[in-house]
């Protein structure tokens, strides 16, 4: 079965600091994972996905198989970084629906 | 890049009535599209995959005959709430995904049910 777990439900830091938000997925064929940021108020939008291997608004997030990990980092937290985070798998293809970690709540202090 | 439009955004309805939910592709066509359900502070759950053409295929727990789906065209996908009661308040927000994309989402619908 599918799982993708982000153990932190809240996180905050302060403006300028690193930023690394975690996720681990179990899946037993080959993964597709994704970052979706949802700012208040606003529907998921896409941030990062791990075949692209893009920098999206200073994030980057790196698939690590052998750990079976995707954790998004960024070097120094802005405050318009505060939003909800999710992290998701998918089966690869686009031909079904994503699992969803239970997502991280980023809080960026002034 | 893609746009999927979710209509109508808020609805509010009486126990025992039926609440039609529309989920569009605006550039670009969907064989595929997803339903998916989130309560309170909690995660997305996939209810469904929708299939152009065909029939839907739901994830284990959800009742088919109670959340009906219809996906018409190539960028239309349907989720009817039927006799809905209180505990069928929720969330409900659709996706499809561009090829070679990545999933895009529309912006939910709040479903109360009084």
């Known amino acids: 079965a599918q799982r993708v777990t982000q153990p932190e439900k809240l996180l905050s830091v302060f403006k300028g600091a690193p930023v690394e938000l975690k996720c681990n997925y179990s899946y037993s064929g080959s993964p597709e994972l994704f970052w979706y940021v949802q700012y208040s108020r606003q529907r998921l939008q896409l941030l990062l996905r791990?075949?692209s291997r893009e920098s999206i608004k200073g994030f980057t997030a790196d698939l690590n198989k052998g750990e079976t990990s995707f954790h998004l980092k960024k070097p120094f937290a802005q405050e318009e970084d505060s939003a909800m985070y999710y992290c998701?798998?998918?089966?690869?293809?686009?031909?079904?629906?994503?699992?969803f970690g239970k997502g991280t709540h980023l809080i960026i202090q002034p | 890049g893609a746009v999927v439009s979710q209509h109508p955004s808020r609805v509010i309805c009486k126990s025992g009535t039926s609440v039609k939910i529309e989920c569009r592709s605006l550039?670009?066509?969907?064989?595929?599209m997803f339903w998916y359900r989130q309560f309170p502070k909690q995660s997305l759950m996939l209810m469904a995959t929708s299939n152009e053409g065909s029939k839907a295929t739901y994830e284990q727990g959800v009742e088919k005959d109670k959340f009906l789906i219809n996906h018409a065209s190539l960028t239309l996908s349907t989720l009817t709430v039927t006799s809905a009661h209180p505990e069928d308040s929720s969330f409900y927000i659709c996706?499809?995904?561009?090829?070679?994309?990545?999933?895009?989402f529309g912006s939910g619908t709040r479903l109360t049910v009084v």
């Open positions: 998701a798998l998918g089966s690869g293809g686009g031909a079904d629906g994503l699992t």
């Open positions: 996706s499809a995904r561009e090829y070679g994309q990545g999933y895009t």
């Open positions: 550039d670009f066509q969907a064989t595929t």
């Open positions: 791990h075949i």
